[in-house]
T-cell receptor
Framework: NAGVTQTPKFRVLKTGQSMTLLCAQDMNHEYMYWYRQDPGMGLRLIHYSVGEGTTAKGEVPDGYNVSRLKKQNFLLGLESAAPSQTSVYFC????????????????FGPGTRLTVL | AQSVTQLGSHVSVSEGALVLLRCNYSSSVPPYLFWYVQYPNQGLQLLLKYTSAATLVKGINGFEAEFKKSETSFHLTKPSAHMSDAAEYFCAVGSAGKSTFGDGTTLTVKP
């Protein structure tokens, strides 16, 4: 099993350009997440999905869009990149628990380092 | 809303010394709690998790954590630090299908 994979690993964009980050998981997980990690700020949730065809906003969704057309893939899009979106982006996935009040551990990809000039 | 607070953004210990990384949580329901480790230029990986079974949870690489409801704490410990333990550690609380992460603690191990 490859686990969670992310494409690309590195990317440099100019302000205003667009791009899509791809996340794929082969563990048949229901839930998938996109985070950004910035120095001293931990992980901040951008968007997440609780199943194929469904997405929801996280803590910092502005400037990003997502789609989950297939259960194994979760795409993160930047329509018009800004320097404030320079960050390391992580995708993660987890199984669904019977109790909706709780959440299970997450499996993370290796990250995408994005620089916006 | 659930939240976690990690006390100390940087912790430095000598090789062979006790490692103690502190985490306090806030949760409106009995929480699921996690510790993750992140090595440089890698994603996070699970060290251990608490899911309301035993209050003392053992994880990988000799780490363990104790859930203390009265103190709303879930501190991570290791009796003897190794150079390979140098990394960033994150505490997280899971609820409603998501996890909320602390800001992380960077552990430095001195020879």
């Amino acid at each position: 099993n490859a686990g969670v994979t992310q494409t690309p690993k590195f990317r440099v964009l100019k302000t205003g350009q667009s791009m899509t980050l791809l996340c794929a998981q082969d563990m048949n997980h229901e839930y998938m997440y996109w985070y950004r990690q910035d120095p001293g700020m931990g992980l901040r949730l951008i968007h997440y999905s609780v199943g194929e065809g469904t997405t929801a906003k996280g803590e910092v969704p502005d400037g990003y869009n997502v789609s989950r057309l297939k259960k194994q893939n979760f795409l993160l899009g930047l329509e018009s990149a800004a320097p404030s979106q320079t960050s390391v982006y992580f995708c993660a996935s987890s199984t669904k628990l019977p109790s909706r009040e709780r959440a299970n551990e997450q499996f993370f990809g290796p990250g995408t380092r994005l620089t916006v000039l | 809303a659930q939240s976690v607070t990690q006390l100390g953004s940087h912790v430095s210990v000598s090789e062979g010394a006790l490692v103690l990384l502190r985490c306090n949580y806030s949760s409106s329901v009995p929480p699921y709690l996690f510790w993750y480790v992140q090595y440089p230029n890698q994603g996070l990986q699970l060290l251990l998790k608490y899911t309301s079974a035993a209050t003392l949870v053992k994880g990988i690489n000799g780490f363990e954590a104790e859930f203390k409801k009265s103190e709303t704490s879930f501190h991570l410990t290791k009796p003897s630090a190794h150079m390979s333990d140098a990394a960033e550690y994150f505490c997280a609380v899971g609820s409603a299908g998501k996890s909320t992460f602390g800001d992380g603690t960077t552990l430095t191990v001195k020879p």
